[in-house]
């Protein structure tokens, strides 16, 4: 058993450097000082017993036995330990499956006063022979130490679904007597049921027509407590993102024909206050994109002749993006501005010096004040 856990141990801490993430522990129930030593009924020993040949388990972790996976990025589950207690000489060799998911139940359902196992799924996440020589342990605690092919994904606020089975080769290979007990969490009843056999695999029992049922004549205990179990998981630095549902709003796009100069004057309004708040455009002149995903800072000019479109949007950290708005003109050749088709119509346009005096036109650093046909305003600062 040393060297089969030394292997286990190795292998694991190898996965946790590939992944190049930071370990973490759960423990469910004292592991490292457990002293609930179970000496009942071989029907209600999780995650297993070694007094038959044939035992299948599920564990339902819930998430308050969970929570110091919470707020964690990338959590992904590698491996699970239980401890018991072993008085045996014999070496007990059983063929081990391991399956997780995630459910959202907390509790086993029961049917017309019957409990129900899970239906589990069919690729396990660790399959192997494992072999605990008991005389190294004899009189003292045994770790057994299950690692993962393949890390699972954790999402916080689920529940953990644990179904594990052990299948002796052959009939002859178990215990007797107290010869072995598992350590048990204090109080945590009725999140495992179990399943016991000398024949017939819990892989057998679950594709069978009894299924899902969990009843004492079918060797099933149905108010076990959970084993002391201990969660090795490894994650990311910080905290997960939340997936924003609030869009910004829509930003407000208007132009004006050029008064000294040949082209069109752009201005794009956003309302957000938000830090961080930025607006996107893209222009396109004459079907051709020559400029992409920009950010706005402040009106600008266009001067070449042709058919434009530009398309702009609002984004904002913790948000969404908001809805696209489109503007859509032609420079005409002679006259700077031959048609307007937009998202909104200007009213009029009013510019100002800095001293607020209203003038005729742009002269050096002034303001240009839009007025919209809905009313609306736009004010922006050019140099001319």
């Not at 996440?125 to 190294?136: K, P, Q, R």
């Amino acid at each position: 058993m040393k060297k089969f856990y030394m292997i286990l141990a190795a292998l694991a801490a190898m996965t946790m450097t590939v992944q190049a993430q930071t370990a973490g522990t759960i423990n469910v129930g004292d592991f490292d000082n457990a002293s609930t030593i179970y000496n009942g009924s071989f029907f209600d020993m999780a995650p297993t017993n070694f007094y038959l040949a044939h035992t299948g388990a599920q564990m339902i972790f819930t998430p308050d036995l969970l929570a110091d996976m919470d707020g964690k990025q990338n959590v992904k589950i590698n491996q699970l330990n239980f401890k018991f207690y072993s008085e045996t000489f014999e070496d007990i060799t059983r063929d081990v499956k391991v399956y997780i998911e995630e459910i959202d139940a907390t509790e086993f359902a029961v049917v017309e006063g019957v409990k129900q196992f899970f239906t589990f799924l069919t690729t396990p996440v660790y399959e192997g022979e494992c072999t605990i020589s008991m005389l190294d342990y004899f009189g003292d605690d045994c770790v057994l130490s299950i690692p993962f092919e393949a890390p699972v994904a954790y999402t916080p606020g689920k529940s953990m679904l644990v179904t594990i089975v052990f299948d002796a080769q052959d009939d002859d290979n178990c215990t007797t007597g107290s010869d072995y007990a598992p350590f048990y969490t204090s109080g945590i009843r009725g999140k495992a049921m179990t399943y016991t056999d000398n024949w017939n695999s819990f892989i057998d029992f679950a594709q069978g027509n009894d299924f899902p049922d969990a009843t004492a004549m079918l060797g099933c205990g149905t108010n076990v407590e959970l084993p002391v179990t201990q969660i090795c998981y490894t994650y990311e630095e910080g905290t997960t993102p939340v997936d924003p549902t609030e869009a910004c709003a829509k930003p407000e796009g208007g132009y004006v024909n050029g008064t000294d100069f040949h082209g069109v004057l752009v201005t794009l309004i956003n309302n957000e206050t938000a830090e961080g708040t930025e607006i996107h455009y893209n222009i396109t002149l004459n079907d051709e994109l020559i400029v992409e995903d920009a950010i706005y800072d402040d009106a600008f000019a266009l001067t070449v002749d042709g058919d434009y479109y530009i398309d702009f949007w609002a984004t904002a950290p913790g948000k969404l993006d908001s809805t696209h708005g489109g503007l859509i003109f032609t420079i005409d050749p002679t006259t700077g501005l031959s048609e307007m088709n937009a998202d909104k119509a200007v009213a009029s346009v009013r510019y100002f010096n800095m001293a607020g005096q209203e003038m005729k036109q742009a002269d050096g650093l002034t303001i240009v004040l839009t007025t919209y046909t809905d009313g609306t305003t736009s004010a922006v600062k050019v140099v001319k």
